[in-house]
């Protein structure tokens, strides 16, 4: 998350690509375009936790990037959001294993792959040191 958005580069991408014609509406030989049997997932990690009330409606990278997908007619349009890797160590390491349990749940689900083997990710903070 960038700026309680997504980065500049990444709504481009979105502009340039949501083509009437090519990504939606009626095609050039009149044929509607249909996306309604493809998937989207989008990852977003922000610094900050924006799925308390306090913080409720200033998150609007993962909801803008679902929008943009639905507004494409993609048939199954997920996002993930793994928050608070601005925080401490212990809590960056408990969302992100929890946004890991859940790409892996929707992997299962849309591809049928049961045997998935848990990944955690361990985050080691580098501290400097100051002596020569």
Do not use: C
């Amino acid at each position: 998350m960038y700026n309680f958005s997504m980065p500049a580069i990444v709504k481009t991408w979105f502009d340039s690509v949501i083509q009437e014609g090519v990504t939606f509406g009626r095609g050039n030989d009149g044929h509607k375009v249909s996306n309604a049997e493809k998937k989207a997932l989008t990852l977003i990690s922000s610094g900050g936790v924006y799925s308390n009330e306090s913080s409720a409606g200033r998150e609007h990278a993962l909801s803008l990037s679902n929008l943009e997908f639905q507004y494409m007619g993609y048939s199954d349009v997920r996002g993930i959001l793994a928050e608070g890797m601005a925080l401490k160590e212990e809590i960056k390491q408990i969302n992100l294993n929890k946004s890991i349990r859940q790409v892996q749940a929707i992997a299962r689900e849309w591809y049928g792959k049961q045997e998935y083997h848990l990944v955690s990710v361990s985050i080691i903070s580098k501290k400097k040191n100051d002596s020569v």
